[in-house]
């Protein structure tokens, strides 16, 4: 019943409220008085205990004593206890009649004879064989205990007869037929009787599953047995009379239709009543008004069984005014159960009803992340307070390179923001190092973040998607490198890009998340040895795979290194660093061809002067090489231009020598055909154009004529060198394929200088950051006893968003990269960092590693149901697990994380982080 629905049979109850309860007396709707969250409590045993005692008006109107219900409710005690309708009947062949019957049309046919004319009239006349059987129906309405049915109380039983014809001699039904036993357990309804037989039922407050007047096991076992009530027993009854029972009986003239519960009051109402100013009374109604509630029903009860006694008289057969009330009552059970249903959740929507107009809106998940990121800056102290993950990539004391971030895109559509996660900043205390390839690593050194990020999810939903995002600036270039923490000291880093000019790159993150440690405990309890040693195994890898890497690599400091040039040497020199990152990257020079290589005591000018000049010679010598290729490209396609010219001559030629030959054919033909006194003329004309034609019988012989010397110069005239006829292209130096390299733009806050270390190895491994997540998991066995936080995997979109300029004056260009578009990224940026670091020789000392492990606290229900159905407050809940995760990011205790002025509030709602506290 929607609430909608519920309202109007209230509001319609009311009117006879009015008229119950004295004239002094004005009852509302709970929604409309004042009161406290403990009337909530009251109103809602109110409700469920209306309902049971309607239950029993109803079933005391069909039979059932006090002595019946004395008697169910010790068998109760022992045992269940069921309503039961059990309906049988027979049917067997009574008799056959015949009767003969005319046809209401007529045919007249006229008939002429001897004697004159007639007319004879034709009728039809049909026999028609009526078969008559006896229809006895029995049903019996009744209780028992237990499974046996032989001890049991009847509430009312009947046999019936009707007569039922057929115009065949089939038997119309099953010579006797059982229905389907009707049946409903009242075990729950007993056990809520006293032994005075009042209705005792009370919500046990202090019970754990107790969270709302609505969410507790008390009115939870209510709302199961109201369902059963409806569904296994009220509808079936319903059905079984109406549908089965009922149209046996034929020609009865009865409208069954009329057998409703309309008029019987549904004396289940969840009203309060104002009470004077001072007054301590609760504004609940009282026992004695839900008395004269209950009275009221059997009233109308009565009036109703008074006017189905007048609409079905009792003529022994099948339809009847005592079947009509056991129809009309299992309806009212329907109607009473449904309304008790419905006043709980009325209670349930005033609930939500209240906090929205406290709140003012519908909170969504959104909105508590914005909420919580305000909430950690008074909770945490300022040393330990959770900041976006927003990072910029620059050296101390320098303008920002770019920028790295991980951010949020919200559901409603506002701007996206970065996550925010507890970090810790370090300065590396020992080399870490990254594979290039299966021989090559490089060591690296800088700044280490260890964030910690914990996300939320209502019902499945999280309210945003998450990406990763970097960006540079004009004129500036790193290296990303995203992968996962492959043990002490080593990163395992699964794609890389170079960043520069207005890059912006964009990775999606997909989040998925792993069983919490209970759960995980949960499934493998019951399983063998050898299957729990696999699934720990795998959870083991499952753990480590939450530890997720992203390190940044500067170009411009390891490339003063590379090349021997004293720090900020580069910083402005924007040609230089262009060109250096072309020579390296497009043509994969060797950095010994351009590296500073004289007296160690020269100045900072004179090297880069000299470095300048390398890369101008090396520069020089690239362009003489493509010089040189054009210019031999050039000499190719001429030669091919003049050969092409020297063909199409020959071929002129040949078909004007071949037009020539049909010429001269055809004037030998017309000369033998001329007459003898021609003759003379002929000889005459022939030694004029003797010399044509004897060119023409000597090209007769041959297809082809003999080669002309070509107009054109030939190739050796050239100014080019001669080339040869296919000649090979000059190979220039090395040449990688050439990328376009992404760029962006960002800003950020500035970082801390790294300790130098000269090249030097560093004793020790560092800090093992796959540890983290399995301490994380340990704590949260312990400590989450809600066993709602899942430990959580992160990772990166097959689709990639590349934005970049091709020039600086061009517009934006926006491509997608995916499996062989990373793959080129990666192997391009690889072979970057391999000249760099000459194939790792030579360790990297700007940069930065930024390892993030992450948990999901996952509610089950939306936000708003949360915090009204399970009465939960998820500020404190996601509270407790972000101090969890601050305590293994930080390795510290929870109460050194806290503000003293927040330590007691968060000590009352969350003793379980304080379990070691000897204050």
Known sequence: MDEVEFRGKVDEALKSVRKILDNTRHPELATAVQHEYDDKYILAEFVVNSTLASLLNVLDALGLSDEHARQLKAWSATRAVSLALDTSFTCVFDREETRKEESKTQHEREHKGTFGSFKVTDKVVTTIHEYYWKVHTKYALFAYAGTETNERVVLRERTAACEVMTSSDANPYKKEQILPRVQVDLTWLLQQLGDDLTLRFAIDRSAKSCHTPRRNADVGGALEFFDRVRTEFADKVTRTFHHTLFPIQQKHGLDTNKMTAAGVFVPILPLFEKRADGAEDRPGLSIADLNSFLAHQRVTMEEKFA??????????????????????????????????????????????????????????AVDFSEYMAFHNRKLYRSEFEPSPFCHAVRRPDHYPEGILSIEQMKADGSIAEPVVTVVRHSLAAAAMKFPLDASTSVKFYGDRFVHGWIGHKFSNNTGSSVKLVARARQFSSYIVLVGRM????????????????????????????????????????????????????????????????????????????????????????????????????????????????????????????????????????????????????????????????????RERQQKEMEEEVKRCDMRKKVKRKAAPRMQMAKMSRARVSAAPMMACSMAAPSSAPPPRQSSAPPPAQSSAPTPAPAPAPTAPVTEAVAVEAPAGEAAAEAADKTPSVAGADVAGEGEDYTQLPVQLDAMLAELDEDNAVRPTIINTAKAWTHTFKKTLLSDEETRTLAGDGQKSEKDRAFDLLDALTRSGALPVEQASLHVVIAATHCFDKSLVETVVQDNVNPIEKVERTSLIMSSVVHGCAARDLIKPSQLARVKQYSPMLFKDDNE
């Open 486 to 649: 492959g043990g002490p000291g080593l990163f395992e880093p699964k794609h890389a890009m170079i960043i520069q000019n207005k890059d912006e790159l964009t990775i999606p993150i997909d989040l998925e998340t792993i069983p919490t440690p209970k759960e995980f405990a949960d499934a493998i309890e019951s399983l063998s040895p050898e299957q729990q040693r696999f699934a720990k195994a795998i959870r083991s890898m499952q753990l480590e795979g939450t530890v997720f890497g992203v390190a940044v690599v500067q170009i411009k400091p390891q490339l003063e290194r590379l090349l021997n040039l004293p720090d900020d040497a580069l910083t402005k020199e924007i040609r230089l660093t262009t060109d250096l990152l072309d020579l390296f990257m497009k043509y994969q020079i060797p950095s010994d061809l351009l590296s500073f290589d004289g007296d160690e005591a020269t100045g900072a000018t004179a090297r880069v002067e000299a470095v300048r000049g390398y890369v101008a010679a090396m520069v020089a010598m690239i362009q003489e090489k493509k010089d040189a290729e054009m210019a031999a490209e050039l000499a190719r396609k001429e030669y091919a231009e003049a050969q092409l010219r020297l063909q199409r001559e």
């Open 307 to 364: 006017a189905l006694a007048k609409m079905f008289p009792d003529d022994g057969k099948l339809i009847t005014h005592v079947d009509a009330q056991l129809v009309v009552m299992a309806q009212h059970m329907r109607e009473v159960v449904r309304s008790g249903a419905g006043g709980v959740a009325f209670i349930e929507g005033m609930l939500r009803d209240q906090l929205i107009a406290a709140i003012g809106k519908v909170v969504t």
